[in-house]
């Protein structure tokens, strides 16, 4: 923490003497290898002056002059080298000779080393660290490097490790670059010469950089937790529009809470204006009936639990509530609609009754076959009738239907009975256009009529085939009544005369009938039949 302060605060040394010139701009290095910026105002008596801003005040800085290995000018030449001379500024505020390790003198190589390990592989080669620019210059990015079009600028951190802000700085940047390769990093030792966010943003708007995300990690009121925040400075118009989105989370594990749960990449989502899916919370429905035990359900849901019970729900708005109580085909049922409360429980109490649902199907245009199912249509396939038509249901749930009519497109309709006593369907039918699907439908309507005929043919054979059962059982009747007479006739009794000759007749006149019966009855058996297998034929 106390190199990068001091690489921060060299940084700043360095380029706000370019705002006031007091000396010549040059690059000191001392024999232990520190090298600095600063201003050389002259040597006199073996003492090197050095001048540069320390609280926005200019200050002379004086050292031996045995402590330094060169002092190199904008051209590289070596002012050691050179004869004395005065010093060339009337200091504002003067010190004495000071050791060179004090923390006016910054290691720029170790430091900048130091800070290479907290910044994120791959983003040192966005940042510029301004440490060549020219004196009395803003510094500039190089000709050729690429600005992004959204710039992060790293955490800043208020009594915060600055190892854990490095670490995430590179997942917060590596986040935005997922969401948005637009995203390009640009740290504040970019812009050295600023000493607040107003500088740099001004600064990166200059060069066209309008979406600007600054970070910061502070400690937050209890002392365990850190406050995680980004701001956004997104300049739509000439002045910025500036928002702020904060998460608080555990001080001791700041990179495991900032992972656990998306907590980071929504604090990301929320800066830069990304959709975030909102998890809904969970409402009750508390249901109660009269009588108990009915099933209660949902038209998503065809049973849900039995009454009375709980059930949990994700939905804001109004929801519909069915209960019903269906017993030997008889049906008692009431409906009602319920806003859940987030994250509360509303109490319903519904009481039953007798219930008779129709529902009224209605097609345009009128006249189509209606199909219970969902079942492909076959040409055996039976219907309940066509439109228009009321139907009567007494199982609540979905129920399917669907409607064929010749030249338009089959409709599957899928609904929800509810415990009501009347639902309506309206539904309209899309012309064929298809020739396939015209050719198919063409088929399926002639093989519907040869099994319709085939159907008629079955059920028509029953009836001479009955006929011709009756005519065999009454030809065997009139048999029965002939073998009696015959029998008569056979007696030893019975005398030759009127009666014998009348009994002989009777006997003929009944075996004549009976062999009728048995040919007309037989041919009708005969017929049925054949009318019957035609019928099996032209169906199947």
């Given amino acids: 923490m106390k190199k990068i302060f001091l690489l921060l605060a060299a940084s700043f040394l360095s380029h706000a003497f370019a705002e006031d010139p007091q000396g010549m701009q040059v690059m000191v290095e001392l024999v232990s290898g520190t090298k600095q910026k600063a201003q050389f105002l002259g040597i006199a008596n073996d003492t090197v002056s050095l001048g540069g801003y320390i609280k926005n005040e200019f200050t002379v ?13 904008s051209l590289g030449n070596n002012i050691l080298a050179a004869p004395s001379a005065p010093a060339q500024a009337d200091p504002a505020q003067e010190y004495e000779p000071v050791d060179p390790n004090a923390p006016g003198f910054v290691n720029e190589e170790a430091a900048a080393g130091d800070t290479a390990g907290d910044t994120p592989e ?7 660290t301004g440490s060549e620019r020219p004196a009395g210059t803003n510094p500039e990015p190089a000709a050729g490097d690429y600005i992004p079009d959204k710039l992060f600028a790293g955490f800043e951190t208020d009594g915060v490790d600055s190892g854990k802000a490095s670490l995430l700085t590179a997942v917060t940047f590596e986040i935005m670059r997922e969401l948005d390769p637009r995203f390009g990093m640009r740290g504040f030792s970019a812009t050295p010469q600023c000493n607040d966010r107003a500088c740099v943003q001004d600064y990166w708007k200059t060069y066209g950089v309008k979406d600007i995300y600054f970070g910061k990690i502070s400690r937050a009121s209890h002392p365990d937790s850190a406050n995680v925040e980004i701001t956004r400075v997104l300049y739509e118009e000439e002045l910025p529009t500036i928002s702020k989105e904060q998460v608080t989370l555990s001080l001791d594990s700041l990179l495991q809470d900032a992972v656990k749960d998306g907590a980071l990449v929504n604090l990301v989502k929320k800066a830069a204006g990304f959709p975030i ?8 429905i508390h249901v109660e009936t009269d009588p108990e035990s009915a099933t209660i359900s949902r038209p998503e849901k065809d049973a849900i639990c039995k009454s009375p019970c709980t059930f949990a729900v994700t939905d804001t708005g109004k929801i519909e509530i069915n209960a019903y109580w269906n017993v030997d085909k008889h049906l008692w049922g009431a409906q009602t609609f319920v806003r859940p409360l987030p994250g509360d429980t509303v109490k319903v109490s519904l009481k039953l009754k007798r219930v008779i649902p129709e529902i009224k199907i209605v097609s345009n245009p009128v006249g189509a076959e209606i199909f219970p199912g969902q079942e ?13 038509k009321i139907v009567s249901l007494t199982n609540p749930g979905m129920t399917h239907l669907r409607l064929r009519r010749e030249g338009y497109r089959d409709t599957l309709v899928s ?12 539904i309209s039918m899309e012309h064929l256009t298809d020739f396939e699907e015209i050719k198919k439908q063409e088929e399926w309507v002639k093989q519907r009529r040869k099994s319709f005929i085939g159907q008629v043919l079955m059920g028509s054979s029953v009836a001479p085939v009955l006929a011709g059962a009756l005519l065999f059982y009454l030809a065997q009747q009139n048999y029965d009544d002939a073998d009696d007479i015959k029998a008569e006739l056979k007696m030893p009794s019975a005398a030759k005369g009127e009666n014998y000759n009348s009994k002989k007749q009777k006997n003929k006149d009944l075996v004549d009938t009976g062999d009728r019966y048995s040919i007309i009855g037989g041919s009708l058996i005969g017929a049925g039949i054949a ?4 019928g099996l034929f032209l169906t199947f």
């Avoid at 791959?122 to 510029?128: I, R, S």
């Avoid at 492909?376 to 228009?388: L, Y």
């Avoid at 609904?415 to 009347?422: L, N, Q, R």
Wanted: aromatic share 10%; no cysteine.
């Fill in 61 to 73: 800085l004086k050292f031996p002059k045995s402590q330094f290995k060169s002092i190199l000018d």
């Fill in 122 to 128: 791959g983003d040192t080669a966005g940042l510029d």
């Fill in 277 to 284: 899916p909102s998890k809904r919370k969970r409402s009750y």
């Fill in 376 to 388: 492909e249509i076959t040409r055996n396939s039976k219907s309940i009738g066509s439109t228009p």
């Fill in 415 to 426: 609904f929800y009975v509810a415990p009501v006593s009347e639902i309506n369907l309206d």
């Fill in 531 to 534: 009318v019957f297998g035609l």
